[in-house]
């Protein structure tokens, strides 16, 4: 998750472990919150709701709307972040792998 990803990065650029807490704590208790506020605000049907034939049966239905995506959301908030606190990550472009880091853990 996550969490996990801040730590790793933490332990790897030695980040103080209060500002990895704070941030994650400002991920939970802000920007996790505004993604599922702005879902609600614009309310965007799955598609698989309105074309039945587009229904995939291999991966769970989420009970929110589609928009805006929660994982690019999350990905953008937390490359930023990883960016400001190491100056690394952009840097060097065979280290875009971050985006991908989210979407594993």
Same mark, same amino acid.
Do not use: M, W
């Given at each position: 998750?996550?969490?996990?990803? #801040? =730590?790793?990065?933490?332990?790897? %650029? =030695? ?18 919150? @505004?993604?599922?506020? +702005? =879902?609600?605000? &614009?309310?965007?049907?799955? !598609?698989?709701? #309105?074309?039945?034939? #587009?229904? %995939?049966?291999?991966?769970?239905? !989420?009970?929110? !709307?589609?928009? !805006?995506?929660?994982?690019?959301? @999350?990905? &953008? ?8 606190? @190491?100056?690394? &990550?952009?840097?060097?472009?065979? #280290? $875009?792998?971050? $985006?991908?880091? +989210?979407?594993?853990?």
């Amino acid at each position: 998750n996550s969490y996990k990803l #801040l =730590k790793k990065i933490q332990h790897n %650029n =030695k980040i103080d472990e209060n500002k990895i807490k704070e941030i994650y704590k400002y991920y939970v208790e802000v920007v996790e919150p @505004t993604i599922y506020r +702005l =879902k609600i605000k &614009y309310d965007r049907v799955r !598609p698989f709701f #309105l074309e039945n034939s #587009l229904k %995939n049966n291999f991966i769970s239905i !989420p009970n929110h !709307p589609s928009y !805006p995506s929660a994982h690019a959301c @999350t990905s &953008y908030f937390f490359a930023y972040i990883i960016n400001d606190l @190491t100056n690394e &990550y952009f840097l060097n472009p065979g #280290l $875009y792998v971050v $985006y991908d880091f +989210l979407f594993l853990f």
